[in-house]
């Protein structure tokens, strides 16, 4: 039994495969053209939170080193990840059962708010997690005036 039904006829074999309605669906034209550079660009995770001194990212990239990826900010506040996994190579004896690792290029871009120092952006990279904090700049307070109420 699958988690879910399949309503198109056909049993399933596994009873831990997951059902995917995008499975065979031909993707045609533009970027979706090659179904592996859509996986590796959609799967690229990153947790992105704010703390009283930072905005701090935090991308899973197993694998990868830190020359292989590149973190840039642009004009406008944005910040953009990218890289590129490589594919294993191939032996001529090798029999592949499964392949579901995603490579390719992959990127992700986010606008940063108007309180960040883009100029003391650090990134790090351990154990294959990508750690980028932007701090923040002090928002100043205006100047208050106290304005004595005659009468």
């Not at 495969?17 to 533009?30: I, K």
Request: hydrophobic content about 35%; proline content about 6%; aromatic content about 8%.
């Amino acid at each position: 039994m699958s988690l879910i039904p399949s309503f198109f006829g056909g049993r399933r074999n596994n009873t831990f495969d997951l059902w995917d309605p995008f499975q065979d669906f031909p993707f045609t034209g533009g970027a979706l053209s090659v179904p592996g550079e859509t996986a590796s660009f959609a799967n690229t995770r990153i947790d992105w939170k704010e703390t009283p001194e930072a905005h701090v990212f935090k991308a899973d990239l197993p694998g990868l080193k830190k020359e292989e990826v590149k973190v840039e900010v642009e004009e406008g506040r944005v910040l953009q990840i990218s890289g590129d996994r490589r594919v294993e190579k191939e032996e001529k004896n090798d029999k592949w059962h499964r392949v579901e690792r995603s490579s390719g290029k992959f990127m992700r871009r986010f606008r940063l708010p108007e309180n960040v120092k883009v100029d003391e952006v650090k990134a790090a990279m351990e154990n294959g997690v990508l750690t980028v904090t932007v701090p923040k700049a002090e928002v100043k307070k205006p100047d208050v005036k106290a304005i004595d109420i005659s009468g």
